[in-house]
């Protein structure tokens, strides 16, 4: 496809259909699109028009990237240890709370 088809302006369901002929976008889609400033659409005569390399621009900054996680987050150290004792109260509370709500069943005593 040469410079010149990508800056001609094709109505928006023409837009559509060769810009995404697989499917997956929708001419209400596009429009959503420039309302959030994603997409250069041009209104001429009442009619919505759109170039394929307005398209290739919206769909770069649609690109969804991926986010980094935080380094501590996944550091064994930033996990505060508790003992085998904390963490059986902890789960004992967790159960009365439940067994109040009627979503547990009754505690048994340990030996």
Known sequence: MSDHDRDTPLRLADAVRIGFPHGGMSVAGLRREAQRGNL??????????????AIS?????????????PAERWR????????????MKDARTILQGLRKKGHAPALRKSA
């Open 40 to 53: 250069r659409m041009w209104r001429i005569a009442n009619k919505d028009f759109t170039t394929l390399a």
């Open 57 to 69: 621009e919206m769909m770069e900054k649609c690109q969804v990237r991926p986010q980094a996680l």
């Open 76 to 87: 064994a150290d930033a996990i505060s240890p508790r003992s085998p004792e904390q963490a």
